[in-house]
Every structure is written in C-alpha cells, then in structure tokens.
C-alpha cells in the first residue's frame, strides 16, 4: 500500500521556539493532505486540510498564525507550531489523499508526537 | 453533518475470547464509506477496512470480521479469538463519496486482551 512519513517521530522544544513538522508521501502523488492533532486518549481531530499549491483550509478553532501549513508539492506538506507553548504538546498525524482519486481511502503517516517543555 | 458514535470507550477480554466493537453513524448522504482504524500502542494509525454504502455484504477476514446494517446505521467489528496483539484503540470514521469530503472520526475504543 501506499506509505506516507513523518519526520521528525518525537520532538522536544522549549516553550516560546517553533517546530517544523514535515510529512511525505514516498510512493505516490498526493494533491490533498490532512493533519490531525490528537491528545492522550482522545480521538484525531482534524486541523486543517491542504491542496497542493494553495492555501490550507483551517478547522473552526485552528489558529492559522499558530499552525503554519504548507504544501508546496505534490509529496510534502510541512505543519510548523510557532511560538510552541505546552498546551501544544500533543500527537500530531498528517494524512495524505492520492491526485485524481478523492474517492480512496487516506494513507495516515506514523505521527509526530511533540513535547513542549 | 456526519457522527461517529462508539459508545464503547474500553473493553477488557481474555485471550482467546470473542469480542465485538460497536460503530454507529449518523449522515444526509446517501453514499459514503464506512472505515475501521486500529491505533496500536506505537500511534501509527493501521487500517483495516473500507465499506462503502451500497455494498451490505458482510466481509470477514481472518479473525475479523464486519456487520454492515444499514436499516440501523452500523457498522460493527467483531474479533474472533482475540489474541493480545489485538490490544489496540479501535476507530470507526465515515466518509462521504463527495470530493473533497472529510474523514470523521468516532471516539475509539481501547481493546485489552489479558493473557
């Protein structure tokens, strides 16, 4: 099947610092990519959805200024939290939808999990 | 809107012991897919299954098996002789088949199974 990385697996930052979050898919063309947020023992929770080339569409509640998106090709998208605080500290997992195919399945990548300290 | 209901949060089984994970959907339309993700302990989300709307059959595999009832909006998960490696949180999400549609999510359910 279809792979999509992460990197990096687990950061660590000091509060105030920025982190940049980077999401690959290896094999396949992806135009449409997702990133979710989850807490400890809840469920994913969607942030914000990206198309190749423009802007990301951001979930009721995302601060946009807060959660840099970018998805400058069809095989990365990049999250950056900026001025990271550790209420952000949480489990983060982009998701990738093939080009021309908006009825498959997504391809989740292995998460991210972010410490701020 | 779409929901995603697991009423179930956490299930405990020994070894060897069927279990079955409940999923009920809410949704105004009419085709969509229905999914199943397991979390293991690691975090990588593994999926499982993808059932779309017109497609009632049941499907086993392996261990696995789904109920697809429509006429109730389920779409339940049963594991047949659960072994510990099963011990997982268990996500039930919907789709609709419209573009661009997003995936929602229930709440999960975390499976243990107690050797």
């Known amino acids: 099947g279809a792979v999509v990385s992460q990197h990096p697996s687990w950061v660590i930052c000091k509060s105030g610092t920025s982190v940049k979050i980077e999401c690959r898919s290896l094999d396949f063309q992806a135009t449409t990519m997702f990133w979710y947020r989850q807490f400890p023992k809840q469920s994913l929770m969607l942030m914000a959805t990206?198309?190749?080339?423009?802007?990301?569409?951001?979930e009721q509640g995302v601060e946009k200024d807060k959660f840099l998106i970018n998805h400058a090709s069809l095989t990365l998208s990049t999250l950056t939290v900026t001025s990271a605080h550790p209420e952000d500290s949480s489990f983060y997992i982009c998701?990738?939808?093939?080009?021309?195919?908006?009825?498959?399945?997504?391809?989740f990548g292995p998460g991210t999990r972010l410490t701020v300290t | 809107a779409q929901k995603v209901t697991q009423a179930q949060t956490e299930i405990s089984v020994v070894e060897k012991e069927d279990v079955t994970l409940d999923c009920v959907y809410e949704t105004r339309d009419t085709t969509y897919y229905l999914f199943w993700y397991k979390q293991p302990p690691s975090g990588e989300l593994v999926f499982l299954i993808r059932r779309n709307s017109f497609d009632e059959q049941n499907e086993i595999s392996g261990r696995y098996s789904w109920n697809f009832q429509k006429s109730t909006s389920s779409f339940n998960f049963t594991i047949t002789a659960s072994q510990v490696v099963d011990s997982a949180v268990y996500f039930c999400a919907l789709r609709s088949r419209r573009a661009n549609s997003k995936l929602t999510f229930g709440k999960g359910i975390t499976l243990s199974v107690r050797p």
């Open positions: 990206s198309n190749e080339g423009s802007k990301a569409t951001y």
């Open positions: 998701s990738a939808r093939p080009g021309g195919q908006a009825l498959t399945e997504q391809y």
